[in-house]
């Protein structure tokens, strides 16, 4: 594995920063906001607020907000979920600071959904007991935290943006992080900023897969970075698939979701015959974890011969779901679908990832000063299978947590200089060759490493991904096309290692045969 993508010999003059952050979705801008405002701190987005998952994110943030909840049965119903692969002590942190973060979202106006006595409104998703999932505007919970939380930020004196900035490279040396080197993408030109404290941010790999819900921007690239940089990683195998995104075209390289919170209000999945069939195959039927839901949500279309399968909403009003659901409305009525009255065709795809940069506690990763949070790293409060609405909690819990583990960090002065030094010899590819590349990447990740797995399937999709990733390990990258697609090769290396040295099914690792 190579060591930096940038491809010359070269010492760049650092621009000096007390931290560095790497994103600018809520793990990311939560985690700015709690850094100590005496600290000169840099945040780098290569998009702006309005590119990344956080505002796309539909269901909302689960935490124990009611006295007929408890700890207990959060932490159960996490566990549960992620096949009993979690780790009991981040489950612990999520659970019981939860609360406390979405109290600091309130103090901050983030706009929840209240009703007329100024309670929240909370709801349902699955693999909950209990409807404990705070949200806004309905189903734009997301897009509401991110823009407010990015409003607190753009007036916050202490924090330089540095928009449509591309993370070309962490550096180090032998005192851990020591900076990152920045490709500045209207300018095209290189930048670097010096410092001991790097918190990647950086979100989730959905764009290595053929079919997902995640954003452009979304190919692992702050995970690769981190690789390179030899931070450990930990559940890559791991990969969650949503049952039920929308059956319509693609915008902006992702599918539309339909989120589990229009199952939470009572909506039934049906085949094209209008027959249920998840009763019997789950105590918790239409609502079980997503990893069991989209199995059988696939085994029912292979029983049938079918290509779609349906979510039922005639029970509700139409006032109740255009309501509820205002974004996902406007979007079935802009693609035919006649809320209530027509079923909502779905099918499964690529929606999250439980795997990532190995983190402790307080984020930090195995290189001294390089801290994760949010969907890049792996706490390992996920498991084997994210509970729904568990992610923006922990965006938030461990955004936190990162920004007060460099609040009370005593690393010394980041280096005047950052030096990279670059791999030979390196050989250039066409444009052709990247977009072949490209496809036949997320077409055998999307074959092999899907949401039902067989062995001799991920062993050759492990060796034809092997073969891409070596080619881009001697590639010259001249512009973040061609980094984008490295980094999106280590990733994929990375998830069919995992999944082949995995050889018992669990959770999202489902070996069928």
């Not at 942190?93 to 939860?98: A, F, K, S, T, Y």
């Not at 309670?119 to 505007?137: F, N, Q």
């Not at 079935?332 to 099918?347: A, M, Q």
Request: net charge negative; glycine share 10%; proline share 4%.
């Amino acid at each position: 594995m190579r060591r930096y993508l940038f491809s010359e010999n070269k010492s760049f003059e650092g621009e000096p920063f007390d931290a560095v952050v790497i994103g600018s979705g809520i793990a990311g801008l939560y985690a700015a906001l709690h850094l100590d405002p005496s600290l000169k701190v840099a945040v780098v987005t290569k998009t702006g607020l309005d590119g990344t998952s956080s505002w796309q994110a539909q269901g909302g943030i689960a935490a124990v907000l009611t006295d007929e909840d408890r700890f207990q049965l959060h932490e159960e119903d996490t566990f549960r979920a992620g096949a009993g692969l979690c780790n009991p002590e981040a489950v612990k942190v999520l659970v019981e600071e939860g609360p406390r973060d979405i109290k600091q979202l309130e103090e901050w106006e983030v706009p929840f959904d209240y009703d007329e006595s100024g309670r929240l409104i909370l709801g349902r998703e699955g693999g909950h007991r209990l409807r404990r999932i705070a949200h806004c505007d309905g189903d734009a919970t997301g897009r509401e935290t991110t823009k407010r939380l990015g409003q607190l930020l753009s007036d916050a004196g202490f924090v330089t943006p540095f928009f449509r900035h591309y993370l070309v490279d962490i550096v180090t040396d032998e005192k851990g992080a020591a900076g990152v080197l920045l490709y500045d993408e209207e300018k095209r030109l290189y930048r670097a900023l010096s410092s001991r404290h790097v918190i990647l941010a950086t979100g989730g790999i959905g764009q290595v897969y053929a079919h997902t819900t995640n954003p452009r921007g979304a190919v692992g690239d702050g995970m690769a970075c981190a690789f390179r940089a030899g931070a450990a990683c930990e559940n890559m195998e791991m990969v969650q698939f949503h049952p039920t995104t929308l059956m319509a075209g693609e915008v902006d390289d992702r599918l539309f979701l339909i989120s589990e919170a229009v199952r939470g209000e009572g909506a039934v999945l049906r085949n094209g015959r209008g027959e249920a069939f998840m009763q019997g195959k789950h105590p918790m039927a239409d609502l079980a974890p997503r990893d069991i839901v989209t199995r059988c949500i696939l085994k029912e279309l292979r029983r049938t011969g079918e290509d779609r399968a349906y979510l039922d909403c005639s029970h509700m009003t139409r006032d109740f779901f255009y309501h509820r659901f205002p974004n996902i409305s406007a979007r079935c009525e802009k693609e035919g679908v006649e809320l209530t009255r027509d079923f909502i065709p779905i099918h499964p795809a690529q929606h999250y990832f439980m795997g990532g940069v190995k983190t402790d506690l307080w984020g930090e990763t195995s290189v001294p000063g390089l801290y994760a949070c949010g969907e890049v790293s792996c706490t390992g409060v996920h498991g084997a299978n994210r509970l729904a609405s568990n992610s923006m909690l922990e965006c938030l819990v461990f955004g936190r947590r990162c920004a007060e583990a460099v609040n009370r960090s005593d690393r010394v002065a980041a280096p005047e200089k950052l030096t990279l030094t670059a791999d030979a010899p390196l050989v250039s590819l066409s444009r052709e060759d990247l977009s072949r590349d490209r496809r036949e990447l997320r077409k055998t990740l999307s074959h092999a490493f899907g949401p039902v797995r067989r062995s001799g399937v991920m062993q050759y999709g492990l060796e034809k991904i092997r073969t891409l990733a070596n080619r881009y390990d001697h590639v010259y990258c001249a512009d973040p096309a061609v980094m984008e697609l490295c980094n999106m090769t280590l990733v994929g290396l990375k998830i069919a290692e995992a999944a082949n040295a995995r050889k018992d099914s669990v959770g999202a690792h489902y070996i069928e045969d």
